[in-house]
């Protein structure tokens, strides 16, 4: 069973507010995943991190949205101001290092922008 | 185009029957996984399968890599079997690729 801790698991937020969503990850995985699922089911990469360095994102990351991963603190997910676009379920993960680990997800936060 | 592609997109079954569960490849791949999604959105690990046959319970997973296929087998289904079943293909360093999954609904 997978011990990745996502909070909240559900989130609901005005157009152009924050909304943060934050991830333990399962202990001793040093590499941290953000996927976005939307109502079709689709995933998307956001972003991940080795230990405290990102080690890629995508574009729309980069720009609207705000993450970390601090040491002996969650890992989190903030975007700056909601769009209703934004409605999905936000699922962390977390892996060991290196090539072909096996990743295990957290239960999710699903936000709904109004 | 979509580099997982699941077949088929939905399936309905009959307490006991059997299902098989296709997953192709249309790009080379590290390794690759079998989750489980409940209807609450949680993702459940069910088989992380690099090459060859893996079985759990009623579930068997197989995995062809040079011919970049996986399928996941089903015996004797159950009502709580119901939810989706996604593949995702590992590439170092750039996380998971999804399919869209296959939707199993079991009824008694």
């Known amino acids: 069973n997978s011990k990745v801790i996502q909070t909240p698991r559900y989130l609901v937020k005005g157009q152009g507010q924050k909304a943060k969503m934050r991830c333990i990850p399962e202990k001793g995985h040093p590499v941290v995943f953000w996927y976005q699922q939307n109502k079709n089911n689709e995933f998307k990469f956001l972003i991940n991190?080795?230990?405290?360095?990102?080690?890629?994102q995508i574009d729309m990351t980069e720009k609207r949205f705000s993450a970390e991963c601090p040491s002996n603190s969650p890992c989190s997910l903030e975007i700056q101001s909601s769009e209703a676009g934004d409605s999905a379920l936000y699922l962390c993960?977390?892996?060991?290092?290196?090539?072909?680990?096996?990743?295990?997800f957290g239960k999710g936060t699903r936000l709904t922008v109004v | 185009g979509q580099q997982v592609q699941q077949s088929p997109a939905s399936l309905v079954l009959q307490e006991g029957e059997n299902a098989e569960l296709q997953c192709n490849f249309s790009t080379s791949l590290n390794s690759m996984q079998w989750f489980y999604q409940r209807p609450g959105g949680s993702l459940v690990s069910l088989f992380y399968?690099?090459?060859g046959t893996k079985h759990s319970g009623r579930l068997t997973s197989t995995t062809v890599i040079k011919e970049r296929r996986s399928s996941l087998h089903i015996s004797s289904s159950q009502t709580t079997d119901s939810g989706t079943y996604l593949c995702?293909?590992?590439?170092?360093?750039?996380?998971?690729?999804f399919g869209l999954g296959t939707r199993v609904s079991v009824f008694p």
């Open positions: 991190f080795q230990n405290q360095e990102v080690l890629q």
């Open positions: 995702a293909l590992e590439r170092y360093a750039q996380g998971l690729t």
């Open positions: 993960a977390s892996s060991l290092a290196g090539a072909d680990t096996e990743v295990f």
């Open positions: 399968n690099p090459s």
